[in-house]
Nanobody
Framework: QVQLVESGGGLVQPGGSLRLSCAAS????????MGWYRQTPGKERELVAT???????NYADSVKGRFTISRDNAKNTVYLQMNSLKSEDTAVYYC???????????????WGQGTQVTVSS
């Protein structure tokens, strides 16, 4: 079936950069939307950025001007370029996607398992 696999997380110093990737695999007909969410202990999961198959983007106010989301529809992959990282960006980052699949009339939503991003000196 469909799987989302994230990669690119790690430890980075404040002001540094990191690039996350999320690849969707399976019987995918097309992508309605792919994006990134993040969560820290004791807090609700929050939206970071999303992108549609057509290229429309949406960002949380806290990351505007620092993060850039992009996609490769042919590879069913979404990327998150994170620049000027702050300690507040420390979280587990989860990939999320609404995908159209073979045999289904509606899109279905999927979550990746997450990748840890730690911003610290």
């Amino acid at each position: 079936q469909v799987q989302l696999v994230e990669s690119g997380g790690g430890l980075v110093q404040p002001g540094g950069s990191l690039r996350l990737s999320c690849a969707a695999s399976g019987s995918i007909l097309s992508i309605a939307r792919m994006g990134w969410y993040r969560q820290t202990p004791g807090k609700e999961r929050e939206l970071v950025a999303t992108v549609t198959s057509g290229g429309s983007t949406n960002y949380a106010d806290s990351v505007k001007g620092r993060f850039t989301i992009s996609r490769d529809n042919a590879k069913n992959t979404v990327y998150l370029q994170m620049n000027s990282l702050k300690s507040e960006d420390t979280a587990v980052y989860y990939c999320n996607a609404d995908l159209y699949e073979l045999y289904y009339t509606r899109s279905r939503n999927y979550w990746g398992q997450g990748t840890q991003v730690t911003v610290s000196s």
